[in-house]
């Protein structure tokens, strides 16, 4: 029976379904069907794009998002699920600017997005930019340990995207950390006037870091009228929308940081030495590179003839498709017919992609090198090439064909790799392609003589480029630091932001040094906060306040004193320590229950439900516990320690007896003395309950004394009790809070 028949409406196109024939059946013979009926079938079908076409996507005005690292909340969890967690993570060591990318994506998988975002924004102020652009192939997700695997790396840099994007949406503003002093009573040295030069990410990142550190008079001067260096006006709508970039200085200035547009080194006679004369005491320059490395053969040509440098071209796209950028309402590059676009790094690729929403044809991409020597990403590289660009390598430019006022075509030379290595220019090969505009794409200097003069009395570098401690940032003058492209170290937008973070710490300490005070040589930057940190969401349970109700209990993740102090330090409340027991009544484990846990299913490795119970007791002394609780307390006063320890029923089970009132004084005598809070009383197996209540009071009377014969004042005893009631009572739980 076939499962589809043609409508008696005559159009061939027309089919209705036969649900019935959708039920499965069992298959009685081989399916035969032509080929040629298949090719015709597919087409109905295929979901991806036909090999076949020989022109590029009709993309014309279309500046939908092409990442292919976006992710729903769907897709976000279920990446977030796969991560390993690595102890010694290795995709950390490879992030510019030190996410603890294992913490954010642990995060996510909790679905405490709020949190994740914290984390990111606490060492990267740009962290939606940088998850949207960042060539993570080749950093964090290069390092992966899951790289070889079937299912292939973790999309880290998807998952920073949706983390920041949920946060985004919340539309919280960022606040001063709490710690700092009321802005008041804040020394002189924070008062300091300090000016950076460009509003890009380098100069973004370093004046959030340097507002976080609580300093009050920065000012940003951006020579355009817009934000975001080359965030805004050379990386596309459809790869950084302008709504990102501007959310993330929105961030920066409700630290109070002022951006002053149409101001800059070189204009109005704005330079490093009139800056010093009006007062400023540290200078940031994050301008990056903005003239762009012209070949001779393209000079005098115009771009009503055909030709654009990627300073030309991307602004006038970015002007035109990002709305919020500028009042001016252009309209995109009119590009028609074929593009050949020079250069083989990431800008180049934005040109070929965007070039094809501005009305183009056909693109070729030229590059003097070979595919294995291509600068830009695999992730900007396949973009293209979805979009059916056309890569030409191996070709060096010799000529621009100019008639009738108009670019007509362009001739190349063939190049070739000698033996040792270094690139040759063959003058007997010739390729001439025919084209409309050609787009340069050759990278970037700083050229502006105006600039350069602002700048004196720094050095320069033989590359024409301020000379930079690549430690501290700082120029020749130690009044002035400087990062970004600008700085010459800095390839990528995530490695500007961490010049700017570098150099905030590093401006900081010299600021302070000319005030006299101290600073830590340890770098001590402040975390991302919002009002959302000032919440209280202390609980109270049992008369103990706890600063937040998330602590651990005891199993697996309080077996050792370390564990318990990583908690803490990354915030957790409070911590029940593992059941222990006097020396003389100590429990070896037989044997560590690791098991596979009931509820992994189909799922291996990180995947999997459950260990279960790891140790029936503790195997560490009393001493040890008490011993490590005396430091855990003293190095953190407001999380809690409840102690749990274990009395075997012999000692509690009598009503009278020597060896019951010793080691319960033994217990909570230690417990005093270690600063605990509360202490549980376990497996406490009797039948007569009043009487055993009885000795306990009497026990506890005894030990008020004791303590005061200690020179110890003012004890109250507070008796909470809680019994599991069964047949006969078994098990009770007393929680006992000493005041002092």
């Given at each position: 029976m076939p499962v589809f028949k043609k409508s008696s409406g005559g159009d061939p196109g027309n089919y209705r379904l036969n649900l019935l024939a959708l039920n499965p059946r069992m298959q009685t013979h081989a399916t035969l069907c032509s080929s040629a009926a298949k090719k015709q079938d597919k087409k109905h079908w295929k979901r991806n794009a036909d090999k076949s076409g020989s022109n590029c996507e009709m993309l014309e005005n279309n500046f939908d998002d092409i990442k292919h690292t976006t992710l729903s909340e769907r897709g976000a969890l279920r990446e977030a699920m796969r991560c390993l967690k690595c102890a010694d993570a290795p995709c950390q060591k490879s992030c510019p600017t030190n996410l603890d990318i294992k913490s954010f994506i642990t995060s996510i998988a909790n679905k405490n997005y709020y949190g994740a975002a914290k984390m990111i924004l606490s060492?990267?102020?740009?962290?939606?930019?940088?998850?949207?652009?960042?060539?993570?192939?080749?950093?964090?997700?290069?390092?992966?340990?899951?790289?070889?695997?079937?299912?292939?790396?973790?999309?880290?840099?998807?998952?920073?995207?949706?983390?920041?994007?949920?946060?985004?949406?919340?539309?919280?503003?960022?606040?001063?950390?709490?710690?700092?002093?009321?802005?008041?009573?804040?020394?002189?040295?924070?008062?300091?006037?300090?000016?950076?030069?460009?509003?890009?990410?380098?100069?973004?990142?370093?004046?959030?870091?340097?507002?976080?550190?609580?300093?009050?008079?920065?000012?940003?001067?951006?020579?355009?009228?817009?934000?975001?260096?080359?965030?805004?006006?050379?990386?596309?709508?459809?790869?950084?929308?302008?709504?990102?970039?501007?959310?993330?200085?929105?961030?920066?200035?409700?630290?109070g940081v002022k951006i002053v547009c149409g101001k800059g080194l070189g204009i109005e006679g704005m330079t490093i030495n009139t800056l010093k004369e009006e007062g400023y005491k540290a200078v940031f320059i994050g301008i990056g590179l903005p003239e762009p490395n012209k070949d001779g053969i393209f000079q005098g040509l115009r771009m009503d003839q055909g030709f654009y440098t990627s300073k030309d071209f991307l602004p006038l796209v970015a002007m035109a498709s990002k709305p919020g950028m500028c009042a001016c309402h252009s309209p995109l590059p009119l590009i028609q017919g074929t593009v050949i676009v020079l250069g083989a790094g990431d800008t180049a690729f934005d040109c070929a992609t965007s070039a094809l929403r501005c009305g183009a044809r056909r693109v070729f991409v030229v590059f003097r090198k070979g595919f294995t020597n291509i600068r830009a990403v695999p992730e900007e590289m396949e973009l293209a090439k979805e979009e059916k660009c056309e890569f030409l390598p191996f070709l060096s430019p010799r000529k621009v064909?100019?008639?009738?006022?108009?670019?007509?075509?362009?001739?190349?030379?063939?190049?070739?790799?000698?033996?040792?290595?270094?690139?040759?220019?063959?003058?007997?090969?010739?390729?001439?392609?025919?084209?409309?505009?050609?787009?340069?794409?050759?990278?970037?200097?700083?050229?502006?003589?105006?600039?350069?003069?602002?700048?004196?009395?720094?050095?320069?570098?033989?590359?024409?480029?301020?000379?930079?401690?690549?430690?501290?940032?700082?120029?020749?003058?130690?009044?002035?630091?400087?990062?970004?492209?600008?700085?010459?170290?800095?390839n990528t937008t995530v490695e500007s932001v961490n010049d700017g973070k570098q150099a905030s710490w590093y401006m900081h300490r010299y600021i302070q040094s000319l005030y006299g005070a101290a600073v830590s040589t340890t770098p001590e930057l402040p975390l991302f906060c919002t009002p959302i940190d000032l919440v209280d969401i202390s609980v109270e349970v049992a008369g103990l306040k706890f600063p937040n109700p998330f602590g651990l209990a005891s199993a697996t993740p309080t077996t050792s004193s370390p564990m318990i102090r990583r908690a803490f330090e990354a915030g957790w409340g409070f911590a029940l320590t593992k059941t222990f027991s006097l020396d003389k009544d100590i429990v070896t484990n037989v044997s560590p229950r690791i098991i596979r846990g009931i509820t992994s299913g189909p799922m291996y490795g990180p995947g999997q439900g459950s260990f279960?119970?790891?140790?029936?007791?503790?195997?560490?002394?009393?001493?040890?516990?008490?011993?490590?609780?005396?430091?855990?307390?003293?190095?953190?006063?407001?999380?809690?320690?409840?102690?749990?320890?274990?009395?075997?029923?012999?000692?509690?089970?009598?009503?009278?007896?020597?060896?019951?009132?010793?080691?319960?004084?033994?217990?909570?005598?230690?417990?005093?003395?270690?600063?605990?809070?509360?202490?549980?009383?376990?497996?406490?197996?009797?039948?007569?309950?009043?009487?055993?209540?009885?000795?306990l009071y009497c026990n506890l009377v005894h030990l008020s004394r004791v303590y005061k014969n200690r020179e110890r004042r003012n004890i109250c005893l507070q008796i909470y009790l809680t019994f599991r009631e069964t047949r006969t009572i078994r098990t009770s739980f007393y929680i006992f809070k000493y005041i002092f």
């Open positions: 060492d990267n102020p740009l962290g939606l930019t940088c998850g949207m652009v960042c060539p993570t192939s080749d950093l964090c997700v290069g390092g992966c340990n899951l790289y070889a695997t079937e299912e292939g790396p973790i999309n880290i840099g998807g998952l920073q995207q949706f983390a920041t994007e949920v946060f985004k949406a919340m539309n919280i503003p960022q606040i001063r950390s709490p710690s700092l002093p009321p802005p008041a009573e804040i020394p002189e040295g924070y008062h300091a006037k300090i000016a950076l030069f460009g509003a890009g990410p380098a100069s973004i990142s370093c004046a959030s870091f340097l507002a976080r550190l609580g300093y009050s008079d920065i000012t940003v001067f951006e020579k355009q009228q817009y934000i975001g260096g080359l965030s805004t006006s050379e990386i596309p709508q459809f790869r950084l929308p302008y709504d990102v970039v501007n959310f993330e200085a929105e961030l920066m200035k409700d630290l064909v100019v008639k009738g006022g108009r670019i007509v075509a362009m001739e190349f030379v063939r190049t070739e790799q000698a033996e040792a290595g270094h690139w040759i220019e063959d003058e007997d090969q010739i390729v001439r392609l025919k084209t409309d505009v050609v787009i340069s794409a050759f990278g970037s200097v700083l050229g502006d003589p105006k600039v350069k003069e602002a700048m004196n009395p720094i050095q320069f570098n033989r590359w024409g480029l301020p000379e930079v401690d690549p430690e501290t940032m700082q120029t020749s003058e130690s009044w002035v630091f400087a990062g970004g492209d600008i700085g010459g170290l800095a279960l119970n790891i140790e029936l007791i503790s195997e560490k002394t009393a001493e040890y516990w008490c011993k490590s609780v005396t430091e855990l307390k003293a190095d953190f006063p407001d999380q809690l320690l409840p102690e749990k320890e274990s009395l075997k029923p012999r000692l509690i089970n009598s009503c009278s007896g020597r060896n019951n009132h010793l080691d319960t004084e033994y217990y909570l005598f230690a417990s005093n003395e270690t600063s605990l809070l509360c202490v549980e009383l376990r497996n406490c197996k009797r039948e007569n309950t009043s009487k055993w209540e009885n000795k």
